[in-house]
Every structure is written in C-alpha cells, then in structure tokens.
Nanobody, 122 residues
C-alpha cells in the first residue's frame, strides 16, 4: 500500500533542464530523509542528492552546482531540479524515503519509487 511515484523524466538536450517529482501515498505520514538516486545501464545505483528533515542537503560531486533537491513535509514530496544536464546524467532516477512512519503504525522502513527515465542526448 505504501507507494512512491516519480514523474518528470524524459528526453532532453545537453544543457537543458528537467524537474523530477516524487509523490507519496497518503498512508505515509512522515519521513526523516528524502533523496534521489540514479542508475545507468550496467552501473551501480548511486546517490544523487538527499535532504534530511531540518537539515542541509547533500549532493554527489558530479551534480553539485547543477541540481537542487527540495522537500515539502506537509505533502511528503521530494523534488529534484536538474539544470545544465549532461549526457552522463542519463539514468533511471529513483526517489527514496527513509525512516518512514505510516498510518498503520509502522515506523522505520525505507521505501523506493519505481523510477523515471532521464535521457540526455542531442
């Protein structure tokens, strides 16, 4: 019943921008850390950006200065603004919520979305 749904992926030219969003199902009450990961074909999944509640965001070195992560605690959503996109940014992007509390009383689980594909190509 707990679900995360990413949106905003697609095909974009190098130097372009995309904004990814992650919507949480209503049975999610809160999450400590929200983040974005990505995985390119044949490569390991890697952290792109994460932001804890009440804390500062951290970014992978490869995206610093280009990507911005933000969260809305009232809606339990997390977004990723991606600017100056490069071909090497091509990957499936996943959102992740950590230490989640749900309406069923479960607390402490981590949840992943199913991913959205970002392709940067001319």
């Amino acid at each position: 019943q707990v679900q995360l749904v990413e949106s905003g992926g697609g095909l974009v030219q190098p130097g372009g921008s995309l904004r990814l969003s992650c919507a949480a199902s209503r049975n999610i009450l809160s999450a400590h850390t929200m983040g974005w990961y990505r995985q390119a074909p044949g490569k390991q999944r890697e952290l792109v950006a994460a932001i804890p509640r009440g804390g500062s965001a951290n970014y992978a070195d490869s995206v610093k200065g280009r990507f911005i992560i933000s969260r809305d605690n009232a809606k339990n959503t997390v977004s990723l603004q991606m600017n100056s996109l490069k071909p090497e940014d091509t990957a499936v992007y996943y959102c992740k919520l950590e230490r989640v509390a749900t309406t069923t009383g479960i607390y402490g689980m981590d949840y992943w979305g199913k991913g959205t594909l970002v392709t940067v190509s001319s």
